[in-house]
């Protein structure tokens, strides 16, 4: 976790602490851009960057497979080794590929369609496996809604969650609760659509304040939700330009 940072009183929400040695970036551009001389970072920022997006590439494997879960898991696990073992593959990777989202899913697709059980000697390695929660990756895919059970769309989303998720817990770390508690306001925050004044005056009257005081909390919040999800974004372009990472962010939000 980064290390907290001091609130600014003119803010809501306070500003995200600088990146912390012991947290290594996931940002695609950097990870391509690291020396080869160095393979202790690639390999610990690597590790970070698939614990954060496993589970899109679980589910697209899973999908796309028609596989089982126990198969699914494997196959994920084997190309996370893969990965680990051979950072090559995404610090030499073409710029031409674009996003680190859809570079993954073309390592995925790849990898699925070659026999992975010859890569891994049909064992796994212990030391090396992305640790996750298999029970949890098994119920949350029997949760997939059957209308996004075409791969490429059902990683898409899926990515994009993942994406959102991680975000809010960012905006979460960094909100100072006051005397209206975060998962209160949570529901509010969309990229588009205002909250009802009945919802607003509701809120307002449990917390002894006025909807036009909420309002304004929940403005707050919202334009720096939208900050992080595009920070985020830019940590998965080659071109982590504003229109590049608004771009990516509409496509996004059109697989949900």
Known sequence: MPRPVTPNPDSEVPGVAPKSPENPTTSWSVIQKMAADDPETVRLALDSLLQHYWYPIYVFIRAQSQCNHPDAEDITQALMIHLLAKPEILTRADPSQGTLRAYLLGCAKNFVLKDWEKRTAAKRDIRHTIAWDSMTAQERYEREPA?????????????????????????????????????????????????????????????????????????????????????????????????????ELQELLASL
């Open 147 to 247: 209308n996004y059970m075409n791969p490429d769309r059902l990683y898409a989303r899926r990515w994009a969650l993942t994406l959102l998720d991680s975000t809010f817990d960012k905006l979460r770390a960094h909100y100072r609760e006051g005397t209206i508690p975060f998962d209160t306001l949570r529901p509010f925050l969309r990229l588009d659509g205002e909250a009802s004044d009945a919802q607003l005056a509701d809120i307002a009257q449990q917390h002894r304040t006025t909807p036009g005081n909420l309002r304004v909390r929940i403005h707050r919040l919202r334009k720096r939700w939208r900050t992080l999800i595009l920070q985020e974004i830019k940590q998965t372009l080659n071109d982590p330009t504003d229109t590049a990472a608004q771009a």
